[in-house]
């Protein structure tokens, strides 16, 4: 299932932010969100739990790697597709 980490993502002032850190990261890992800090409504920056970083960090990588790239290009000009049963079938899911 795709996670898209924007529709997860939670707000709280400075103030919070501060007073209750370790709870923020707890209910971020929870719910697997990203929590926006603001300060007089405009935003600071962004809290992200440590696992969601490493996945982050991890596909910014991957997608560094021109050979990476190119090897999705060229998937994506291949005219053969494969069902979505195939798929599970080649990836033993």
Do not use: C
């Amino acid at each position: 299932m795709i996670h898209q980490i924007i529709n997860d993502e939670k707000f709280t002032n400075i103030q919070r932010a501060q007073a209750g850190l370790s709870r923020i990261f707890r209910n971020a890992q929870k719910s697997a969100s990203i929590y926006r800090v603001m300060k007089n409504d405009k935003p600071m920056g962004v809290l992200v739990p440590n696992d969601l970083w490493q996945s982050i960090t991890e596909d910014i990588e991957a997608l560094s790697s021109p050979n990476y790239r190119q090897r999705i290009a060229k998937a994506r000009r291949e005219k053969r597709r494969i069902s979505a049963k195939e798929a599970k079938k080649i990836l033993k899911l």
